[in-house]
């Protein structure tokens, strides 16, 4: 993973985690003023809380889209990889295969 997504994923995740303590931060306020507001104060407050609840899904969507990204991007270049060294990618998972065997094999 080159350094500009290990960039992008660590703002991605700021910036989700800012959206969601402002979704919570808004619920908290929706419950305190609905306890004790008029109607335009609790509708105000519930506007609000729609908006911060809609900025967080569009942070997540970017988030997954972005996972989805990256996921399809390691899988053609394994794809790739592996068609143009057929017998290295063989004798590697001939290799991770044997590992994971000597490992479940000393757990029992």
Do not use: C, F
Request: net charge positive.
């Amino acid at each position: 993973m080159d350094q500009q997504t290990r960039t992008d994923i660590h703002d991605s995740r700021d910036r989700l985690a800012k959206d969601m303590r402002t979704v919570v931060d808004d619920a908290e306020q929706l419950l305190r003023v609905g306890a004790q507001g008029t109607g335009e104060v609790v509708a105000e407050a519930r506007g609000k809380l729609q908006q911060s609840l809609a900025s967080a899904k569009a942070a997540i969507v970017r988030l997954e889209r972005g996972a989805v990204d990256r996921a399809q991007a390691a899988g053609r270049a394994t794809d790739s990889y592996v068609r143009e060294n057929p017998w290295q990618a063989i004798a590697a998972g001939a290799a991770v295969g044997a590992l994971l065997g000597v490992l479940l094999a000393r757990r029992k």
